[in-house]
């Protein structure tokens, strides 16, 4: 199960990163229009967008990595998964209690960090429990 969930996770990622280097080499101009008025030209927009996708791109990566490993079932693999999903647990839990504290000190853009930390918590329970399940299968000596 926590391969599976694991792969699914890493087809997110990988789409998203896709998806955000289309954007920013294709799309950046829609993109500037949409926002508020930044303090950066178009380039540094572009490039900006282009730079977090492709390591958006890479987190797919290590999912897709660490789900492939995990078919060895060794020690090793168990433990890149463990750490994977640990640390977004971790790092999602964070970004829900910095978009829920900016919501609050914010009222105007209130709805917005709000919706944003509701889903970093979402996220963040979602690894937790792909954490649980790996725990669960180190305990008892196989993987599914």
Do not use: C, K, N
Not at 88 to 93: D, E, G, Y
């Amino acid at each position: 199960m926590a391969r599976s969930l694991l792969l699914a996770a890493g087809a997110a990622w990988i789409t998203a990163g896709a998806a955000g280097i289309g954007v920013g080499l294709l799309g950046a101009t829609t993109l500037q229009r949409i926002l508020p008025p930044l303090a950066i030209d178009l380039d540094a927009l572009r490039g900006a967008v282009t730079a977090v996708s492709v390591g958006v791109l890479a987190i797919g990566g290590m999912h897709a990595a660490v789900a492939a490993g995990l078919r060895r079932v060794g020690r090793r693999s168990l433990s890149a998964a463990l750490l994977l999903s640990g640390f977004l647990s971790a790092l999602f839990l964070a970004l829900a209690a910095a978009g829920a504290t900016t919501a609050v000190a914010t009222p105007t853009s209130a709805l917005a960090f709000g919706a944003a930390a509701l889903g970093a918590l979402t996220l963040s329970i979602g690894y937790g429990a792909i954490t649980a399940l790996l725990l669960r299968e180190l305990r008892s000596g196989s993987l599914d």
